[in-house]
């Protein structure tokens, strides 16, 4: 009996069969839109389940017209009720699952962009499995249409359902476990359900219509509905709504995704905004400190401006120095007195030589100045600044003050902090020429903001600017001094000059002249004897010889005197060997002469000042150096020549020597200097008391055009 109902009532059964289907298919259809930039894997095959709930809903729909064709109550034209098009349908729907398990499956295991390649491959392999085995089936039995149709059906069955619903089935429980590590369990458990149902669902398509295909010939549907007294068809549809069920139910998760990520973005755009906001206080924060600098470093260069202006006016460094500690106290607001305290030379003591006193009600003078003085005896020492804290002397690098404003490891430029640093007295290093000259001193009263970072970076600026005033003051006076003495040195020259002319000529008018009266005298007593007295004309003869002879050699001397010929025959190496030969016989002083490279013509104003430098100095070594050895060296180069005259005589103060503090001016070595300037050479006097003497000459570039090409 109940057989007998569900065979009448089987119409109903398909109609629910396909609607469970179609209602799956089309609801992962409608829900495409929410999944689309979805981060779960399953949102990339979801497309083609859904292809294959609706075909294969239209499949079973595709059953059901037949049904009632048979029972004449459809309208439907012949050919679309053809078992060709349901074979189509079903085929079609197995080969979506088939697809959508592989490609499933690929992104569950592996990365990359060949999914729907790889998902293509097998879906073809299984499409083609079916097609050989309806065909080996046609080639071996020759069955009737309808037949083949059926066996057709019962092999899609086997090898594309059954296998689309296992591959599907399995790939749908490894993303379950997705869902469960993303803290939604409830869905995947949802997934979870769908797979079973699959799964069940391909085991139920062992279950075929009868054919002569083994074992269909023995387990088929209507085995089923004789055995259970109801059709498998029944089962399927109960299988495909629980499926359809799962299946929408494991959409919401798609939902909850959006939600989570629109309450991501959300927050992320709020805390985007809190940041924004953040940084714009920061901002504004920042850009008020800035124009606080800015308006101190404007201040300060105003000041520093001020300052350099009022140094720079003047090059008298006498001016210089005594004006220093009042203008730095007029001009810093910060600084109350000031105190400048140089080194007249390098070995020489620290001399105050600007000062303005500091009227502490807090502390005496006396006490005050002393504290600036060890300060800077300290800094001068040294060479780095330093105050004044608690009475101790502290580099300003290592100054600890409580603060943490107060000055750290190293200054910076115009900063603004306007915190107490703990000091009311530093002293800031003068430096010219890369050494330390002295020190400027700066206090303020002890009631006083004490000095900040900012007062200390314009106390080092206003030391740096009264550094470079006093160099260029004493460069100044060095390049004034020198014009004087050149002014001099080139008196002594034109007196020098006339004074050799007027030896000259009193050599000449005493000794030449003589002898040639002598001799003019003598010839013309010989010509009045010449016929009288031949005997004593040839013995006046043999006189007037010798007297022309001892002419020749005053005349020879004096012209040696004046410039060797052998500087102009043979060149600068054989007149210094023979002036230092006669130079040594003449004052028996040990004189050697070395000479190192290729010597080679110079060309011939420095061949001349090399000679006179050699001969000063082997001149000033008899006259001041109580010397027993000289060595004269001279070093060719490829870029010049070097020559060296030293002696192991008694030695002297260079520095005051050119200074004429002994009483008397230095004509000798100031002639040395300006010779080797006058060639684009240098000369360097080096000596110190019992130490010897010895004088480079370095001029690059001194050879002839022929030697040196």
């Known amino acids: 009996m109940m057989a007998e109902f569900f065979e009448r009532n089987l119409v109903v059964i398909y109609f629910f069969y396909g609607l469970a289907f ?67 349908h079903m085929v079609t729907s197995f080969l979506l699952l088939v697809f959508f398990g592989i490609r499933l499956l690929y992104a569950n295991r592996w990365t990359g962009n060949n999914g729907n390649r790889f998902a293509l491959t097998g879906a073809g392999a299984f499409l083609g499995l079916w097609v050989v085995s309806v065909a080996a089936t046609w080639l071996a039995y020759r069955p009737e249409r309808l037949a083949m149709i059926d066996a057709a059906d019962v092999l899609a069955r086997y090898s594309l359902g059954i296998t689309g619903a296992f591959i599907a089935a399995y790939a749908i429980r490894l993303e379950q476990n997705s869902f469960r590590q993303r803290g939604m369990a409830r869905f995947g458990r949802a997934l979870l359900g769908a797979a079973i149902t699959l799964l069940l669902y391909g085991l139920t398509q062992i279950i075929t219509r009868p054919s002569f295909i083994f074992p269909s010939t023995v387990l088929n549907s209507e085995l089923f509905l004789n055995t259970f007294g109801f059709p498998v068809q029944l089962l399927r549809t109960l299988l495909a709504v629980l499926m359809a069920a799962f299946i929408i139910r494991a959409l919401n998760v798609f939902e909850i995704e959006n939600q989570q990520r629109l309450t991501n973005a959300v927050e992320q ?31 300060d260069l105003s000041l520093l401006f001020n300052v350099s202006r009022r140094m720079a006016a003047t090059l008298d460094r006498a001016a210089l120095l005594q004006d220093a500690a009042p203008l730095v106290v007029a001009m810093l ?48 020492a040294t060479g780095r600044p330093s105050w004044m804290i608690a009475h101790d ?47 400027l001193v700066f206090c303020t009263l002890y009631d006083a903001t004490s000095f900040t970072r900012r007062d200390v970076a314009l106390a080092r600026a206003v030391a740096d600017q009264l550094s470079v005033a006093i160099d260029n003051a004493t460069l100044y006076d060095e390049v004034q001094q020198s014009g004087k003495l050149r002014g001099e040195l080139l008196h002594r020259v034109v007196s020098a000059q006339e004074a050799e002319r007027q030896r000259i000529a009193r050599e000449l008018h005493d000794g030449t002249g003589q002898t040639l009266t002598a001799l003019g ?34 005349v020879h001397n004096v012209i040696a005197d004046l410039r060797p010929s052998i500087l102009d025959n043979l060149g600068l190496i054989p007149a210094l060997r023979g002036h230092v030969s006669t130079f040594e016989s003449r004052t028996g002083i040990q004189t050697q002469l070395i000479v190192q490279g290729k010597a080679s013509r110079l060309k011939p104003e420095v061949e001349t000042t090399i000679f ?26 490829a870029d010049g020549v070097q020559i060296s005259v030293h002696d192991d005589g008694r030695g002297f103060d260079v520095a005051r020597a050119l200074a004429g503090e002994d009483g008397r001016a230095a004509w000798g070595l100031l002639g040395i200097q300006e010779r080797a300037a006058l060639v684009g050479g240098t000369a360097e006097l080096l000596s110190a008391p019992d130490q010897g003497t010895t004088v480079r000459l370095s001029i690059p570039q001194p050879f002839k055009e022929a030697d040196n090409g």
Request: aromatic share 6%; proline share 5%.
């Open 22 to 88: 179609f209602s799956m298919g089309l609801a992962i259809w409608l829900a495409s839109a929410r999944f689309r930039t979805s981060e779960f894997r399953l949102a990339g095959a979801l497309l083609f389940l859904a292809g294959f709930g609706i075909v294969h809903g239209l499949q079973e729909w595709f059953e059901m017209f037949l049904l009632l064709d048979e029972r004449g109550g459809t309208n439907i034209p012949g050919w679309l009720l053809l078992p060709e098009m349901r074979l189509l």
């Open 269 to 299: 755009r709020a805390a985007a905004q809190r940041e924004a906001l953040h940084v714009q206080q920061q901002a504004r924060v920042e850009t008020e400190r800035l124009n606080r600098q800015l308006q101190a470093a404007v201040l």
């Open 333 to 380: 607001p910060q600084v109350n007195a000031g105190m400048l305290v140089l080194r007249r030379a390098p070995d020489a003591p620290l001399e105050i030589v600007s000062v303005v006193e500091c009227n502490d009600p807090a502390a005496p003078v006396a006490e005050r100045k002393a504290q600036g003085l060890q300060l800077a005896e300290y800094t001068a």
């Open 393 to 439: 002397v502290l580099p300003l690098d290592e100054a600890t003050p409580e603060t943490d404003d107060a000055v750290g490891a190293g200054f910076h430029p115009a900063p603004t902090d306007e915190s107490t640093a703990g000091g009311h007295t530093m002293a800031m290093p003068l430096t010219a020429r890369g050494r330390v000259i002295g020190s």
């Open 521 to 554: 005298l003598g010839l013309a007593a010989a010509a009045d004897r010449l016929d009288s007295d031949p005997a004593a004309v040839r013995r006046q003869l043999t006189d007037m010889k010798q007297m022309n002879a001892q002419v020749l050699q005053e």
């Open 612 to 637: 006179r430098i050699v001969q000063e100095s082997l001149t000033n070594v008899v006259r001041h150096a109580a010397a027993r050895s000289v060595l004269v060296q001279v070093v060719f180069g």
